[in-house]
Antibody
Framework: QVQLVESGGGLVKPGGSLRLSCAAS????????MSWIRQAPGKGLEWVSY????????YYADSVKGRFTISRDNAKNSLYLQMNSLRAEDTAVYYC?????????????WGQGTLVTVSS | EIVLTQSPATLSLSPGERATLSCRAS??????LAWYQQKPGQAPRLLIY???NRATGIPARFSGSGSGTDFTLTISSLEPEDFAVYYC??????????FGQGTRLEIK
């Protein structure tokens, strides 16, 4: 079945870096745009970044632009998020998400999420 | 940025009752609106997309309606597993998608 599994979260100090990974299985990864979406503790959902199926087109939310880098390795069926210059407000569960067939922005499925905590 | 405002913030109902959740956009999003359900400790699950299309595997008791700026998610007869937080999401100005702040549906 279609599955997304995130990893790489943890505790990091302000100004630090972290790299998240998302392993995809059960579908042809290279056919899909992929996204990262985050959720601060007890808060709502915030879209973070998109990457096109080939990796040639990338978008970021203003809140992370210049600090985060999304990438993918289609040979490894993997999505990544390199997070630099982390701030307390980046503390959240980070989900990778795939759009439904024929769309770019209706997300299903989502991974189980990985928690990033930015604190000194 | 298109702001989505959901109401009410919390809705208290009993199993078997009908639930009506609202999502209002700060400008027209046409029919580019989706609804998600999130249970504690779980990732969101897509329920409705393009305002009124049920996602794969979603029971018929869930329905969506609306266009432009005003949208509604209706659950015709609440089951115990429906008590959760519900979010709306727009993609009208893709890639700058946004989510509403959520409506918590709790057992009365």
């Amino acid at each position: 079945q279609v599955q997304l599994v995130e990893s790489g979260g943890g505790l990091v100090k302000p100004g630090g870096s972290l790299r998240l990974s998302c392993a995809a299985s059960g579908f042809t990864f290279s056919d899909y745009y992929m996204s990262w979406i985050r959720q601060a503790p007890g808060k709502g959902l915030e879209w973070v970044s998109y990457i096109s199926s080939s990796g040639s087109t990338i978008y970021y939310a203003d809140s992370v632009k210049g600090r985060f880098t999304i990438s993918r390795d289609n040979a490894k069926n993997s999505l990544y998020l390199q997070m630099n210059s982390l701030r307390a407000e980046d503390t959240a569960v980070y989900y990778c998400a795939r759009p439904i067939v024929g769309a770019t922005s209706w997300f299903d499925p989502w991974g189980q999420g990985t928690l990033v905590t930015v604190s000194s | 940025e298109i702001v989505l405002t959901q109401s009410p913030a919390t809705l208290s109902l009993s199993p078997g009752e009908r639930a009506t959740l609202s999502c209002r956009a700060s400008q027209s999003v046409s029919s580019y609106l989706a609804w998600y359900q999130q249970k504690p400790g779980q990732a969101p699950r897509l329920l409705i997309y393009d305002a009124s299309n049920r996602a794969t595997g979603i029971p018929a008791r869930f329905s969506g309606s609306g266009s432009g700026t005003d949208f509604t998610l209706t659950i015709s007869s609440l089951e115990p597993e429906d008590f959760a937080v519900y979010y709306c999401q727009q993609r009208s100005n893709w890639p700058l998608i946004t989510f509403g702040q959520g409506t918590r549906l709790e057992i009365k």
